[in-house]
């Protein structure tokens, strides 16, 4: 035995983990030793060995005499599992009493130790683990004073090289049946083994890993349906897919099951949150997901790295403060790009549609604002006082409000924060509530600015009632300041891009977006107590599937975009006699030819939907409209029978303004969405090209969707916005998976109805308001006002209307009131 002190003593590190941790060691210039139970050259690196068992049944004589052939260390890596209690303790007691020096002892453990649920490093371990505990004793020897630290870092899946999980996946999946049977997989590449020893032994002696185990992960949850889809394994991607259709899940990874009774296939039965340890050392695993590919790609404008920044997707990256800023000369080449327009084409040409608002974007607007555009982005004159409107002076209120950014999954997620005042709200009594707002397309969170600071600041006069809003805007994904999220191409195959997400070749939906915005939320710290949502537009869709989806945080949301159908038709004397569910619905279905009859009242329930929209503007419908005698009766039957039915009394003349207004945008002025869903690629080269596209393309839908034209300024600040961070062709994603006759064509369905307490502002400018009696069929509505003003931007365009909206909406509505401060 040598006296001569090693940094590191690694006990057992001679097989695959040496060949991570032994090229660590030598690149920081680490002296080590090494051990083996035979005392054969290491097969990793060919270096000799020293000859070093311990047995679980030992007495403390044997465990003493072993560790005599140990030299002394700075450090000890204990590799190999030890088992009981009585030789853990005796062993480390042993080497201490040896060289009385400064050790650390850290052992590398397992994940498995962990129970089903949610579990962090924090987590109750499983008391019957002989392992588990016997790791348990060695962190109770932690004592500083007498120069013993100790750690356990608790690894999930090894893999690297060779061990990968696309060559074990065939085995754990053999079959659909088996497929089912999976959840979650954590992983951990060898290389972050290496770099956490790394990191632990060369920490101060007051650092706090020190007496407590860390669960040790690359930082992500996997799901196996969802990596054998991605690791392009043709039976068994064909096998999660029907298993996704047969157990309804609308995108992966599935939900983390919340009680002992969930598990596969319906939830993930177990998530460990390995995040904690590299948060310690503020830093990153070194090594990304386990399914993204070495290739970098670029495609239309997603910037995408194989590792750099690993998506997670149990837990979220720190919430960090950001100054929103553009690449340098940006809004200097935009202004250069219209000046130069101006030049070239002095003015457009002049067809016949050129005049006339019914084709788009007239000219003369046209003219107008590309001149104006030029003028807003000059510096302003210091001369001129501060109300100048100007980008400028734009750009400078943007910069007050409190911005951050954090990783959520693979998205760089940018968001405003507005914090109430929550001491004002404690004295006062005045309730706090934490509210979601999302814009839509082609909105941005600037559509909120407006309305921020007054929501969450509604001043000590203001009555106690009134509620104080923690406003979070964040911006989807790929507009503005956030990212898209990463995609790769495909290796060895077809090298088409893909996603790691839930739509067709890992695309992004909708429902990942909710997914990622109800993280941020629980980052945020309402992940216990829950939080409102408001959106209009694409983020009305998010929002209701953040209410579908994830209904135990979600307790209220307000909505001013609803494109509901009709009411299905209820059939009241099948509803009474035999009630969906009942046994007597069962018994009905088992008579023979009963399924014909099923299928036939399936198709008159749905004949409101089913008749042409027109039908609704009917004279007889209307009520206190004059129409014929056959009017008359119409309307007497449709009185008697239409609430007996689930269609509600006679519609108004405002009502029916509402579906006119619909019809005259689904046939007139929708198709825009046909053109972003079938061709984003297409259109978005043209939209990249030249900022004078966009402004015909973007600013002829604020004209067309308000009920006031919105200020220059306005429009501007958008266009400038969209083109110097090229939102744009990054923000068409959610169209390219639209369902193909729109989002009424889903909301209506029974699975997408919102439960939690919902409540609707109707704007008469609205692009396809509805009905009440239609709104009710989607929701649990519970709050409604019409207003005599007002657009499809009702944040930006009526503002206080918007604001007393919320007030009076969420304080109704809002389950649970709080005036304690969170995160």
């Not at 032994?22 to 690196?45: C, F, M, N, Q, V």
């Not at 914090?419 to 509530?433: L, M, T």
């Not at 934490?434 to 007054?454: M, N």
């Not at 018994?587 to 399924?595: D, M």
Request: hydrophobic share 40%; glycine share 6%.
């Amino acid at each position: 035995m040598s006296d001569t002190v090693v940094d590191v003593l690694l006990l057992g590190a001679t097989g695959w983990s040496a060949t991570w941790i032994i090229p660590a060691l030598r690149e920081h210039k680490l002296t080590y030793a090494l051990t083996s139970r035979s005392g054969s050259p290491s097969k990793a690196t060919e270096e000799p060995t020293i000859p070093f068992a311990l047995a679980d049944d030992w007495t403390q004589e044997q465990v003493v005499e072993a560790t005599q052939v140990l030299p002394p260390a700075k450090s000890i890596v204990i590799v190999f599992p030890i088992k009981s209690i009585s030789v853990m303790q005796d062993f480390v007691n042993a080497y201490h009493d040896r060289f009385q020096h400064h050790t650390r002892w850290i052992q590398l453990g397992s994940s498995g130790i962990w129970l089903s649920g949610q579990n962090d490093s924090e987590s109750p371990v499983d008391p019957t683990n002989a392992r588990g505990q016997a790791e348990q004793v060695l962190l109770t020897l932690n004592d500083s004073a007498q120069k013993r630290l100790t750690t356990v870092l608790n690894l999930a899946g090894l893999y690297g090289g060779s061990r990968h999980p696309i060559n074990f996946a065939r085995k754990v999946a053999p079959s659909k049946e088996a497929l089912a049977r999976k959840g979650s997989l954590h992983l951990i590449h060898g290389i972050d083994v290496a770099y956490s020893i790394v990191l632990a032994i060369t920490s101060e002696s007051s650092s706090p890993i020190w007496s407590k185990r860390w669960i040790l992960t690359d930082t992500n949850m996997y799901d196996w349906w969802q990596l054998v889809i991605s690791f392009d394994l043709p039976d068994a991607k064909v096998w999660a897919k029907e298993l996704m259709a047969e157990y309804g899940i609308r995108s992966l990874p599935r939900p983390i099951a919340s009680s002992p009774d969930q598990g596969p296939p319906q939830y993930i039965d177990r998530a460990l949150d390995g995040s904690a340890f590299w948060k310690h050392f503020n830093t990153h695993p070194k090594v990304g997901r386990v399914d993204e590919a070495s290739d970098l790609v670029k495609d239309n404008g997603a910037t995408v790295s194989a590792s750099s920044n690993p998506r997670a997707v149990f837990d979220v990256g720190e919430v960090r403060a950001y100054t929103p800023e553009f690449a340098s000369g940006r809004v200097e080449d935009l202004r250069r790009r219209i000046v130069q327009s101006i030049e070239d084409t002095p003015t457009p040409p002049n067809p016949f549609e050129a005049d006339k608002d019914r084709f788009g974007l007239t000219h003369a607007k046209f003219e107008h604002l590309r001149k104006t555009w030029a003028t807003f982005l000059e510096d302003p004159d210091p001369s001129v006082g501060a109300e100048h409107d100007s980008w400028a002076a734009r750009w400078a209120h943007i910069q007050t409000f409190s911005h951050f950014k954090a990783e959520v999954e693979e998205v760089g997620l940018h968001f405003i924060r507005e914090r109430p005042d929550f001491d004002e709200a404690r004295r006062s009594g005045r309730p706090v509530i934490p509210l979601l707002l999302i814009h839509g397309w082609p909105g941005s969170f600037l559509e909120f600015l407006d309305v921020a600071r007054p929501l969450a600041h509604p001043g000590p006069s203001a009555p106690s009632w009134i509620p104080a809003f923690d406003v979070v805007i964040p911006s989807h994904p790929g507009y503005a300041f956030s990212s898209l999220p990463k995609i790769r191409r495909k290796a060895k195959t077809s090298g088409i891009a893909v996603g790691n997400n839930s739509g067709p070749d890992g695309d992004l939906l909708v429902s990942d977006v909710a997914r990622i915005f109800d993280k941020l939320m629980i980052k945020l710290g309402y992940g216990k107590e829950g939080y409102a949502v408001q959106a209009g537009d694409w983020g009305s869709m998010v929002c209701r599937l953040m209410a579908i989806q994830f209904p135990e945080r979600v307790k209220a949301v307000h909505l001013n975009f609803i494109p509901a159908p009709p009411s299905s038709l209820s059939i009241p004397i099948l509803s009474s006699i035999a009630p969906p569910g009942s046994m007597m619905r069962s018994f009905l279905k088992a008579i023979p030819g009963s399924g014909l009859v099923g299928s036939l009242l399936s198709t008159l329930a749905a004949l409101p939907v089913n008749v042409p929209r027109r039908w609704w503007l009917s004279d007889f419908l209307i009520s206190n409209r004059p129409t014929s005698i056959f009017g008359y009766l119409a309307r007497l039957n449709w009185s008697l029978f239409g609430r007996l039915l689930n269609q509600g009394p006679l519609l108004t003349e405002r009502e029916s303004d509402n579906i006119a207004r619909g019809i005259t945008f689904q046939e007139s002025g929708s198709s825009y969405a046909s053109m972003h869903g079938t061709r984003p690629t297409t259109l978005g080269l043209a939209m990249a090209s030249s900022p004078l596209a966009q402004l015909a393309w973007i600013a002829e839908k604020f004209y067309a969707w308000t009920d006031e034209a919105p200020s220059d300024s306005e429009i501007l600040t958008s266009l400038t916005l969209w083109w110097c961070t090229d939102t744009m062709p990054r923000s068409l994603y959610p169209y390219r998976n639209r369902p193909p006759l729109g989002a009424q064509s889903v909301i209506g369905r029974p699975e997408n109805f919102i439960k939690c307490p919902t409540g609707h502002s109707d704007h008469p400018k609205e692009i396809m308001p509805s009905p009440k009696k239609w709104v009710e069929g989607t929701c649990n509505l519970k709050w409604y006002r019409v207003h005599s003003s007002g657009g499809h931007f009702a944040a930006m365009e009526k503002p206080d209307l918007f604001v007393e909206d919320m007030r009076d909406c969420f304080g109704s509505i809002y389950p649970i009131h709080n005036t304690k401060e969170v995160a």
